[in-house]
């Protein structure tokens, strides 16, 4: 659900980016910063397996389109609220930037669909108050299964606004409505069903969680759960995503549904200037390889590569960036916050 700049207008665009950023800001001085400071090797690792998985779009059956994690439910529950958001901007970050994947102009509007409605309206109303009654495998799947459905029936329905807001005629509200929820409602009961299986396996690791807090963990990752963690990002990152379905995404399915076409163009200056800024920034667009004309290796074997080679990546970007981000907040923070 990475909203490309052809589908927002740059106000919109503008606004949304103040709005994430008013929330990265507000999250940064919500963190107590010790415990803060013991939860960033799981924001890294945890950010990394988040972009691996995002790389591995399934099929929806019946419909033509394809999905991914979203990913927000789970860091809420992983790191908390705050934290989460942080990740899930350095993830968003890393895709646009380096591999142009959601526009520059759209990052603001990706970071609020992806991650607000997931890690401060989901994860506070319904997956922590169900939690609070146990940490049990029926507990974690109910509560991933209503949230992560929930974060996405907002979020989907924060996109539909964006464009009518964007004066995007083309997608007319009612149909642009009806095409985006019910494909991202199959989409969320898949990707509850794989955060309820890795939340599940996280617990066993730590049998004892704080009941009061369930997101916040009582002490530093462990060895083991670091070496899990790094095992499954090489595996997802390196080889699973060649798997990946080619079908659009539920996105790109409904915007083509509704206009007959791959997509809507940019109509102006700014979204152009915008394009350029990010072709040249990119190092694997689209998780590929720049195409060449020297080039000595087959053109699929070169996709192959590329795709491997971005997960792996991206994966390692994301984990430095979210580290990154981590320690500024961290160093920035001068007085413990009221929690």
Avoid at 118 to 134: D, Q, V
Avoid at 191 to 205: D, Q, R, S
Avoid at 298 to 319: D, I, K, R
Wanted: charged share 10%; net charge positive; proline share 5%.
């Amino acid at each position: 659900m990475h909203m490309v700049d052809a589908l927002i207008s740059p106000i919109v665009g503008g606004a949304m980016l103040a709005a994430s950023g008013s929330i990265m800001a507000y999250s940064a001085g919500k963190i107590e910063k010790e415990a803060f400071k013991s939860k960033l090797p799981l924001m890294g690792l945890a950010g990394a397996f988040v972009f691996a998985a995002q790389m591995i779009n399934f099929v929806i059956p019946g419909t033509g389109a394809s999905g991914h994690l979203g990913g927000g439910m789970l860091l809420a529950a992983l790191l908390g609220p705050y934290a989460g958001f942080l990740t899930m901007a350095a993830i968003l970050l890393t895709q646009a930037v380096f591999f142009a994947d959601g526009g520059l102009l759209a990052y603001g509007c990706n970071v609020f669909n992806l991650a607000f409605y997931t890690c401060f309206i989901a994860y506070p109303f319904i997956y922590k108050p169900i939690l609070k009654k146990g940490f049990s495998k029926k507990n974690i799947f109910i509560g991933s299964m209503l949230s992560s459905v929930l974060g996405l029936q907002l979020g989907a329905f924060s996109v539909v606004i964006q464009t009518l807001l964007s004066h995007k005629s083309a997608l007319s509200f009612g149909q642009f409505f009806m095409a985006m929820q019910p494909i991202h409602l199959a989409i969320g009961l898949l990707e509850g069903l794989i955060t309820a299986g890795v939340l599940t396996l996280f617990y066993k690791a730590y049998p004892k969680p704080d009941y009061n807090h369930p997101a916040y963990l009582p002490k530093p990752i462990t060895r083991k759960l670091t070496t899990c963690f790094l095992i499954c990002i090489l595996i997802i990152g390196g080889i699973f995503s060649l798997f990946s379905s080619s079908a659009p995404d539920g996105l790109e399915w409904s915007v083509a549904k509704i206009t007959n076409s791959q997509g809507l163009v940019a109509d102006n200056a700014l979204h152009t200037k915008a394009q350029m800024l990010q072709d040249q920034l990119a190092v694997l667009p689209d998780y590929s390889f720049k195409p060449s004309a020297n080039s000595l290796i087959p053109y699929a074997l070169s996709e192959t590569l590329g795709t491997s080679a971005s997960g792996l990546l991206g994966s390692m970007l994301t984990f430095s960036l979210t580290m990154l981000i981590g320690a500024a907040c961290c160093q920035l923070k001068k007085t413990k916050p009221v929690t």
